[in-house]
């Protein structure tokens, strides 16, 4: 059991390269629990409709709220996001190698998300690799006791660690 997570520094940019991680640790036969997140846009709008695809092979749940053109607040959706967990969580029970989590967000560093998921997961003895981002860093520092390992956003090392075990 290992625990991990990687930032990258332009908006929107974590969610796909998760999503290719994901995609290629499922192609190496690890079994995966978890959610990576797909954004598509919205004509009319200036923010994308956020979906989780819950690992390995869906189902694909809408995590994001409509909130109108100039809204600004956040627009997750509380209840889309639980869904993803609980979804993610039936998952984990199966047993898997890794566990993947888009983002330790504000609902993860609120103790809320995907807290009891990660938790589970290292318990059960599974790989975690988590995506943040510098305004939540601090939050999973204090969860994870600064045990979780920094790994920088590269395919190659990401996939390395997964796969190899980062040595």
Not at 153 to 164: E, M, N, Y
Request: proline fraction near 5%; charged fraction near 20%; glycine fraction near 12%.
């Amino acid at each position: 059991m290992r625990l991990a997570y990687t930032m990258t520094e332009g908006r929107g940019e974590l969610d796909p390269l998760l999503h290719q991680i994901a995609t290629q640790a499922a192609a190496t036969g690890l079994r995966l629990a978890g959610i990576v997140q797909v954004n598509s846009d919205r004509p009319g709008c200036a923010r994308c409709d956020m979906d989780a695809i819950v690992l390995p092979d869906g189902p694909v749940i809408r995590i994001s709220q409509s909130l109108g053109r100039e809204a600004r607040g956040c627009r997750l959706d509380a209840e889309g996001l639980e869904t993803a967990v609980a979804a993610a969580e039936a998952r984990l029970a199966q047993g898997v190698d890794l566990l993947i989590v888009n983002k330790f967000g504000k609902q993860e560093a609120a103790g809320r998300g995907f807290r009891p998921v990660i938790a589970a997961a290292l318990e059960a003895g599974a790989d975690v690799l988590v995506g943040v981002n510098p305004m939540n860093l601090e939050a999973l520092r204090e969860f994870t006791g600064d045990t979780a390992e920094a790994l920088p956003a590269d395919p190659g090392a990401l996939l390395h660690w997964i796969t190899i075990g980062g040595d």
